[in-house]
């Protein structure tokens, strides 16, 4: 079972709503490999602050629209 | 697959196959045999040489693989070199396998200062390093699918 990070984020729908974007064209605005896309995209990749700014500067919201965390119920 | 991922394949497969012949061609010749009666550099260094070779046609064939399979689905080629994950990948992977190796450093010096052969210490260092490298290379890849 794949590890997910406690950073969830709405990469899909934004991708969708800009114009069905690909992973692979979203990847090349960021200077990722689709993999590492796919990999956000599923909970299994926390990207860097670097990329997480990159990947929402292509979409032209902010960070917080993209990417959140996820309360920790356990504590 | 980025180019990083298809070293990393390619290095499991380099492991895991030159260590079996290596064994394979070494374990008939130490039976019955005083460690200084036996042919064991040139046996080693052509294993050695044999993992970057293997390494470099793995990650050849499957470039070259993968680009057929990609234009047979009607799908670009991807040639793509590795990001900030990869990286991370990579290091997380050699720190696992170089912590295995460690051990084999430390079996090492226990056995050159009980004297042992110079074969037994060079085979301990080998077969560690190997089995370091398997290690390493699993985890990379159980890190790419599974995350880090």
């Known amino acids: 079972m ?3 990070t406690k950073v969830t984020n709405d990469i899909r729908t934004l991708r969708f709503m800009h114009g069905e974007m690909t992973q692979a064209a979203l990847a090349k605005s960021v200077g990722v490999t689709r993999q590492t896309i796919i990999a956000i995209e599923q909970g299994r990749y926390s990207p860097s602050l670097e990329v997480a700014f990159q990947i929402a500067r292509v979409f032209g919201v902010p960070l917080e629209s993209v990417f959140s965390y996820a309360d920790d119920v356990d504590a | ?8 394949w390619a290095s499991l497969i380099a492991f895991i196959l030159v260590g079996i012949v290596y064994a394979a061609v070494m374990i008939p010749r130490t039976i019955g045999s005083s460690p200084e009666a036996i042919s064991w550099v040139w046996p080693m260094g052509i294993a050695m040489g044999s993992i970057v070779v293997v390494i470099i046609a793995g990650v050849i064939v499957s470039t070259i693989g993968g680009a057929i399979s990609a234009t047979v689905r009607g799908e670009e080629p991807e040639f793509e070199e590795g990001d900030e994950r990869d990286k991370q990948i990579e ?8 912590s295995v190796g460690s051990f084999g450093a ?5 056995l050159a200062m009980n004297d042992v ?3 037994w210490i060079a085979q301990l260092l080998f077969a560690v390093g190997l089995l370091g490298g398997i ?3 699993a985890l990379k890849l159980r890190a790419y699918s599974r995350g880090l």
Do not use: E, H
């Open chain 2, 1 to 8: 697959m980025s180019m990083q991922q298809r070293t990393v």
């Open chain 2, 91 to 98: 290091n997380y992977g050699d720190a696992k396998g170089l």
């Open chain 2, 135 to 137: 290690v390493g290379a």
């Open chain 2, 117 to 119: 052969d110079p074969f």
């Open chain 1, 2 to 4: 794949p590890r997910s």
């Open chain 2, 106 to 110: 430390l079996g090492a010096i226990i």
